[in-house]
């Protein structure tokens, strides 16, 4: 009984001072409650992400109800988790290469060069560009609805600084490979290995991997298995450049290894590029 009552005195002393608030400090207080909590979620998110596949992404449900909406498109789910080391190194070379320039080992999550490029680049009108890098882009796969919306893209960053502090480079490639979309309902390098060329991603040659590589950015539009002579020129220059840059990964014993690769030219710069610096640049850029 005693310890009941002193519940109940304490919850009426928060209630009471939570009544002598103001109206501003009300609206501080459950910002900050709100803010903590969010974090906390997306701590949790991350945590549980790095040693467990996720079921669905936010992507999947998006084009599931877009399948659903539309009679004359098919209801397609395939899916197929696999471990690093069950995927050929060609496909991690191949999308290092298309992807993130051969740089993956070496960036913290962002090129702020071609980000300010691209920034410019749009701003002037034209074709829309975009400056993502893998980690990026699992972050975003992972945890978000694609959207074109400016939070969406603040909520990326966010979440690309925990993947690249928390998972590592291995775990992010992992689940890159494992959750991209490669084909309309086609989510997976291994649903992608099987359904165009019917075999496992373990077994992918390297112009296969260069094709899947080369349809990453339209992946709706692609057919690894049937290229267009659009994506057949993509690939090709995907496999040019594979052999130029050296090896990111390789396999060894049976297993994924990480490797330095032979272009080094822009590697000092990308170490010294920072987000903090950006997000001044840009708003240097919207005050002008």
């Known amino acids: 009984m005693a310890t009941k009552k002193k519940k109940k005195s304490k919850q009426h002393k928060r209630l009471k001072k939570w009544r002598q608030l103001s109206f501003l400090g009300k609206l501080w207080r459950l910002c900050w409650v709100t803010l903590l909590s969010l974090v906390g979620l997306s701590l949790i998110q991350v945590l549980l992400c790095s040693v467990v596949n996720p079921p669905l992404t936010p992507l999947m449900v998006q084009r599931f109800v877009e399948q659903a909406k539309d009679p004359d498109r098919p209801i397609r789910f395939e899916r197929d988790y696999v471990r690093l080391d069950n995927i050929s190194p060609h496909l991690i070379n191949a999308v290092s290469v298309s992807e993130d320039g051969g740089l993956f080992l070496y960036h913290h999550g962002f090129f702020i060069n071609r980000m300010k490029e691209v920034y410019l680049k749009n701003k002037r009108g034209g074709k829309q560009a975009g ?25 990326e960053a966010y979440y690309t600084v925990l993947i690249e502090k928390i998972w590592g480079k291995r775990r992010i490639m992992e689940c890159y490979l494992n959750i991209i979309e490669f084909g309309d309902g086609i989510y997976g390098c291994e649903a992608a290995a099987q359904h165009y060329f019917h075999h496992s991603a373990r077994d992918l040659t390297r112009r296969e991997a260069a094709l899947l590589a080369a349809c990453l950015p339209h992946p709706l539009r692609s057919n690894p298995a049937h290229p267009s002579s659009y994506l057949s020129r993509r690939g090709s220059t995907i496999q040019s450049r594979m052999a130029s840059y050296g090896k990111v990964a390789k396999l060894q014993d049976g297993k994924i290894v990480f490797a330095e690769p032979k272009n080094k030219k822009y590697i000092d710069m990308v170490e010294r590029e920072n987000l903090f610096d950006f997000a001044l640049w840009l708003l240097e850029q919207k005050m002008k």
């Open 131 to 155: 400056a993502s890098t893998i980690s990026q882009q699992t972050a975003k796969n992972c945890f978000l609805p694609h959207t074109r919306r400016m939070w969406r893209k603040a909520v």
